[in-house]
């Protein structure tokens, strides 16, 4: 063991002056030195120095070759994650008139797939080249342009655009996904189509496409089916409330009685006027014409006025005194009238 003044360190070792003027190394044991320090240390000799260093330098160029492959490996996988981004659908759209066509759409609004649904739609879609990674707006007006060329685009055509997400929505690609349905839009209307725009849901797209179609053509298919139901529903309550109708009174069975006086109610006043203002009588071409339910009231009439009168008078019998004191009352009017002077004609 020896004794030094500490004059260099490093990671791995210390180099020490020793009270011989000799310059020796010794191992680092980590912990706090200081330069001018002195300490004791058990000296390494020049052999074990040298491979100490050679192997401290091969360390230190594995260390620097691994951080050099890493980063070459971060860098590489950087730069495929963009790439993979801009190849994935973030959302799709599908146009209907008769042809059906469905476009994939990344976050930049580059369409990334294109399919034709129908025999129309791949006709459409074979026309069209140099379709990858073209503006989703630009792409959409072509293909329109290319079904008003093959005869299926006609003024107040419907055509139905629907968009379906498949990621959580991120605000600043929901708004240039809006812009470019909005471009599209308003070529649809230069056309003078009659324009259906429609959000649907991963689930109705997978429906869809277990049918053969596109969301849209689907969203149709199920409005046309909502309607026929509702179609169905109206006629079938129509069909319940007319066996809930009361029976009109000509389709009654009524009692005997019950037909008489409702024909007597039914039938006309001589003075009412029927037919364009012409009276009952007058239509029988007779003025003392009176029906038969006036009539019989006026027999009521007649009855009931007789039978007063032969009430008063078995009231009479049965109480003369009265009836007398009446009858001379009577006359007593009867003669003042006739003491009245006579005026002159």
């Not at 160029?61 to 951080?67: D, E, G, L, V």
């Not at 599908?94 to 994939?104: A, C, K, Q």
Request: charged share 30%; with cysteine; glycine share 6%.
């Amino acid at each position: 063991m020896k004794k030094g003044i500490v004059m260099e360190i490093d990671d791995a070792f210390l180099t020490l002056l020793t009270p011989e003027g000799e310059f020796l190394r010794t191992r680092n044991q980590k912990r706090q030195y200081i330069i001018g320090e002195e300490i004791t240390f058990f000296p390494i000799s020049s052999d074990n120095a040298s491979r100490s260093i050679i192997m401290r330098n091969l360390l230190k160029r594995k260390t620097i070759w691994a951080i050099c492959v890493m980063t070459a490996l971060f860098i590489f996988l950087g730069s495929m994650i963009p790439m993979n981004q801009d190849n994935k659908a973030y959302a799709y759209m599908s146009i209907d008139v008769n042809p059906s066509i469905e476009l994939g759409i990344n976050k930049k609004m580059q369409v990334v797939e294109l399919n034709g649904f129908n025999k129309e739609g791949k006709k459409i879609i074979s026309a069209i080249t140099n379709w990858k990674n073209k503006d989703v707006s630009q792409l959409a007006k072509i293909i329109l342009n290319e079904m008003k060329k093959e005869g299926y685009l006609k003024s107040n055509q419907p055509i139905i655009i629907s968009t379906v997400r498949t990621n959580g929505s991120e605000q600043q690609v929901e708004a240039k996904l809006n812009e470019n349905l909005n471009e599209i839009k308003a070529k649809a209307n230069e056309e003078r189509l009659e324009v259906t725009l429609y959000k649907g849901t991963e689930e109705e797209r997978e429906k869809a496409h277990h049918l053969g179609i596109t969301t849209g053509k689907y969203y149709e298919n199920q409005m046309e089916s909502n309607l026929t139901e509702q179609r169905k529903d109206n006629s079938k309550q129509e069909l319940e409330n007319k066996n809930l109708t009361p029976t009109q009174p000509s389709e009654l069975i009524l009692p005997p009685g019950q037909v008489k006086k409702q024909s007597e109610n039914n039938t006309p006043r001589a003075d009412e006027p029927v037919n364009n203002g012409v009276k009952n009588n007058e239509k029988h071409g007779d003025d003392n014409f009176i029906p038969p339910g006036q009539l019989k009231k006026m027999d009521e009439d007649q009855t009931n006025q007789n039978y007063g009168q032969m009430k008063k008078q078995e009231e009479f019998k049965e109480n003369p005194k009265q009836n007398y004191g009446q009858k001379k009352k009577q006359e007593e009017i009867n003669q003042n009238q006739n003491h009245k002077p006579k005026h002159d004609d």
